[in-house]
């Protein structure tokens, strides 16, 4: 279906709170929801930070504003914030059995017609299309971020996703501002297939003593012209969601380049997780 007005966004977190930001802001009618109230309180103060920052940037005025806070709201129950909508989008912990019991749940609360997209940035959409039916109206739109800043968004589509879904969330994300790839549901997708590789090899750099951290970034920023280093990367994401990631991919394809380097184990281990706990590879 391709008359999608109203969008419920389950999980309020960095890249949930975003996602919901940027469907209000473009128009939708929004719910944001998430299991633990602190998390949509968090989210409200994140959502009027973008605001505020981009109002003082001249990139939005009163009127995207006031379009945000009327389109956006918090319900902390999970069916009445997914009742009526016509996309739904998970964005909770990046684990399958945890989705899986919410895509459970989901096909049990939503319309009949609603579009179920997961945001996950390495786990199978087929594994969640199957506690789902019809299967076809599963789908993959995975975000980027920060999520306000970042162009890219990947659809991903599994064997059993219909033509209607897959032009339904690239109208969406187009109508959000976003460039959507389409890709196939395969592990890591194109993105974190990439990505992780270089992120991981930039770890064991510096395991080695191959150069500072700073200096490998920098490598990347000014000979390869990435907005941002490999390292400072994953402080961003998160280094609890790269080991992940890293974990699934090496599981799924093999490869040494796929293995968690130990410098990354024992920072998640010592709660050095990046920018959300203060430290990681940089202190924030």
Not at 19 to 45: C, E, F, N, Q, W
Request: proline share 5%; glycine share 10%; hydrophobic share 45%.
């Amino acid at each position: 279906m391709s008359d999608i007005r109203q969008v419920a966004v389950v999980g309020a977190g960095t890249m949930g709170h975003g996602i919901a930001y940027v469907a209000a802001l473009s128009g939708y009618v929004v719910r944001l929801t998430d299991a633990l109230p602190a998390a949509l309180d968090k989210a409200r103060v994140q959502v009027a930070a973008n605001l505020k920052g981009g109002m003082e940037r001249g990139k939005l005025k009163e009127a995207d504003r006031t379009r945000v806070e009327g389109n956006l709201s918090c319900e902390p129950n999970l069916a009445r914030a997914v009742a009526g909508a016509d996309l739904v989008v998970e964005a909770v912990v990046e684990n399958l059995e945890v989705k899986q019991a919410l895509f459970r749940d989901l096909a049990r609360l939503v319309p009949s017609h609603a579009i179920l997209a997961t945001n996950t940035s390495s786990l199978p959409v087929g594994r969640l299309a199957q506690a789902v039916a019809p299967a076809s109206r599963v789908i993959g739109m995975h975000f980027f971020n920060p999520v306000h800043l970042m162009p890219l968004v990947e659809i991903v589509v599994h064997a059993g996703t219909d033509d209607a879904t897959r032009e339904a969330v690239l109208g969406v994300a187009r109508r959000m501002g976003k460039e959507p790839i389409v890709v196939k549901d395969s592990p890591g997708f194109a993105s974190s297939r990439l990505g992780v590789v270089l992120g991981l090899e930039a770890m064991r750099m510096v395991e080695q003593g191959v150069a500072s951290v700073e200096d490998i970034d920098k490598a990347m920023e000014l000979g390869y012209r990435h907005p941002m280093g490999p390292l400072k990367l994953t402080d961003l994401v998160g280094l609890d969601v790269r080991l992940a990631i890293a974990e699934i991919l090496h599981g799924e394809l093999g490869g040494e380049q796929y293995r968690p380097p130990q410098i990354l184990r024992k920072k998640v281990a010592a709660g050095e997780l990046g920018k959300k706990s203060g430290q990681g590879f940089y202190k924030w």
